[in-house]
């Protein structure tokens, strides 16, 4: 059954509104996925508390039990609340060539699972990502990470949100002005930093940092708790789409080594290329990198 939502149903009304951006209707949709998000926390949390089975995706990922349910039940969810929309997930994008997808003006991209090495280690930081993409923008976002209970969502023009509990009130969150002196990084928990990270630490001096996983990163960055993310590895679109809304809502920008802005759904490979997170900075992030990773234009 489609969610009703007036004389029109949310499809219909969504149908209307991503032609024309509206705040207000891209608001009445957004509890409809937050309510998705949330059970498909539960699914998860269910199998976290659990015995569960563990394999290895051909790129040598890990994939369990908990990210093939939680693709299963945010994608059914998701056909049933807007059926015309289709969905992208990690768990289903090899599936979707680009010769079809690249005709997709506006479609959901889903990380079911984000933080899958996070929830085998048993560390609780991760998360379920679900954004709505439109011309290459994410206009809907929503992180919700469910052994945390917390919960960050946006949707362009209306602002970046938390809710830090279930029950709690959402409170509007912003990225902070970079100081001046020390800035605060946000990174993974892995003990070792790869050398184009450690040569970005280094380069930017006395700094300090925070450890979070998968996209929570980013939502630090949103919440002013940190300054920049940097990630210098294989990441793909479904790891990034929900946070850079979130981010962008909150006032600051998730960039390539050039500078620019993702983008999605541009090429055939999904893969991001390297990027910041930051927050109301006009630091040129790309000049602590190597020469290497540094791009103009």
């Known amino acids: 059954?489609?969610?009703?939502?007036?004389?029109?149903?949310?499809?219909?009304?969504?149908?209307?509104?991503?032609?024309?951006?509206?705040?207000?209707?891209?608001?009445?949709?957004?509890?409809?996925?937050?309510?998705?998000?949330?059970?498909?926390?539960?699914?998860?949390?269910?199998?976290?508390?659990?015995?569960?089975?563990?394999?290895?995706?051909?790129?040598?990922?890990?994939l369990t039990t908990a990210d093939l349910e939680a693709h299963r039940d945010i994608s059914s969810a998701l056909e049933e609340l807007t059926p015309d929309i289709p969905v992208l997930s990690e768990e289903s994008a090899?599936?979707?060539?680009?010769?079809?997808?690249?005709?997709?003006?506006?479609?959901?991209?889903?990380?079911?699972?984000?933080?899958?090495?996070?929830?085998?280690?048993?560390?609780?930081?991760?998360s379920v990502n679900i954004a709505l993409v439109h011309f290459g923008e994410p206009c809907l976002g929503v992180i919700y990470a469910p052994v945390l209970d917390v919960l960050y969502f946006a949707t362009r023009g209306t602002g970046a949100w938390k809710v830090a509990e279930v029950g709690a009130e959402a409170e509007r969150i912003h990225c902070r002005k970079t100081p001046d002196d020390k800035v605060t990084v946000a990174r993974s928990r892995a003990p070792v930093a790869g050398p184009n990270l450690q040569y970005f630490l280094d380069k930017l001096g006395a700094h300090d940092e925070v450890a979070m996983g998968s996209a929570l990163k980013s939502c630090l960055v949103a919440e002013g708790r940190a300054d920049v993310y940097a990630r210098l590895g294989p990441t793909s679109e479904w790891d990034t789409a929900a946070a850079q809304?979130?981010?962008?809502?909150?006032?600051?920008?998730?960039?390539?080594?050039?500078?620019?802005?993702?983008?999605?759904?541009?090429?055939?490979?999904?893969l991001n290329p390297h990027f910041f997170v930051t927050g109301e900075s006009a630091v040129d992030w790309s000049a602590y990198l190597p020469e290497s990773l540094r791009k103009r234009g």
């Not at 889903?110 to 991760?126: A, M, Q």
Request: proline fraction near 5%; include cysteine; hydrophobic fraction near 35%.
């Open 94 to 126: 090899s599936a979707v060539p680009f010769a079809e997808r690249h005709g997709w003006d506006t479609y959901w991209l889903v990380d079911p699972l984000d933080g899958t090495r996070e929830f085998i280690k048993g560390s609780g930081e991760f």
């Open 1 to 62: 059954m489609i969610f009703e939502c007036g004389p029109t149903t949310v499809a219909e009304s969504l149908s209307q509104t991503l032609n024309r951006f509206d705040p207000d209707e891209l608001g009445r949709l957004v509890p409809r996925v937050i309510a998705i998000a949330r059970h498909a926390g539960d699914v998860i949390n269910t199998i976290y508390r659990g015995d569960y089975e563990i394999t290895e995706k051909a790129d040598e990922t890990p």
């Open 245 to 270: 809304c979130i981010v962008e809502e909150a006032g600051g920008h998730i960039i390539d080594t050039a500078m620019h802005d993702l983008r999605y759904n541009t090429k055939e490979s999904l």
